[in-house]
T-cell receptor, first 115, second 107 residues
Framework: DAGVIQSPRHEVTEMGQEVTLRCKPISGHNSLFWYRQTMMRGLELLIYFNNNVPIDDSGMPEDRFSAKMPNASFSTLKIQPSEPRDSAVYFC?????????????FGDGTRLSIL | GENVEQHPSTLSVQEGDSAVIKCTYSDSASNYFPWYKQELGKGPQLIIDIRSNVGEKKDQRIAVTLNKTAKHFSLHITETQPEDSAVYFCAASVPSFGAGTTVTVRA
């Protein structure tokens, strides 16, 4: 089975540019999570969707960050405008059923560098 | 919300020895405790999990124990091998993750 697929794997862009990260969850999974990983802060949950609906976006750092899930097989995380402190590895994960009681399956992440 | 603390942050062991990582959590309602292994350039991958109705679970060289009264759980890796070198994360009722433990197995 295909796992969680993220694109791009690497993104380097200049400060102020718009960045869009993409995620395809595992087919049949109805929960999707976006995380940010840095050395200083570890794994931080940004937003959680259940059945394509955003349930918890309390981890989204600022209004510059937005996430959408237009259908069960696709989600995007957008940063506009980007800043150097947004540099991190961004992971998408999906799971069966509801948050907290099922294992999450992670993609291999997008390494984002903002110059 | 849930707060998960993980210790140690780094662990170096001789090949063949055991490694133990400990985590504590704050929310007594948590009932699912997975462990993830993250290799360089990859996302975290589930290696074992335990639910609150079980005190211990084993899968080959990996075991997890849970003490709900004390709100702590541990990962035990026996007969460590170089391929066990990675960062390990605990979690309580995901997505509350610990800060991670970097395990290095010395040949």
């Amino acid at each position: 089975d295909a796992g969680v697929i993220q694109s791009p794997r690497h993104e380097v862009t200049e400060m102020g540019q718009e960045v869009t990260l993409r995620c395809k969850p595992i087919s049949g999974h109805n929960s999707l999570f976006w995380y940010r990983q840095t050395m200083m802060r570890g794994l931080e949950l940004l937003i959680y969707f259940n059945n394509n609906v955003p349930i918890d976006d309390s981890g989204m750092p600022e209004d510059r960050f937005s996430a959408k899930m237009p259908n069960a097989s696709f989600s995007t995380l957008k940063i506009q405008p980007s800043e150097p402190r947004d540099s991190a590895v961004y992971f998408c994960a999906s799971s069966l059923e509801r948050r907290g009681v099922q294992p999450q399956h992670f993609g291999d992440g997008t390494r984002l560098s903002i110059l | 919300g849930e707060n998960v603390e993980q210790h140690p942050s780094t662990l170096s062991v001789q090949e063949g020895d055991s490694a133990v990582i400990k985590c504590t959590y704050s929310d007594s309602a948590s009932n699912y405790f997975p462990w993830y292994k993250q290799e360089l350039g990859k996302g975290p991958q589930l290696i074992i999990d335990i639910r609150s109705n079980v005190g211990e679970k084993k899968d080959q060289r990996i075991a997890v124990t849970l003490n709900k009264t004390a709100k702590h759980f541990s990962l035990h890796i026996t007969e460590t091998q170089p391929e066990d070198s990675a960062v390990y994360f605990c979690a309580a009722s995901v997505p509350s993750f610990g800060a991670g433990t970097t395990v290095t197995v010395r040949a």
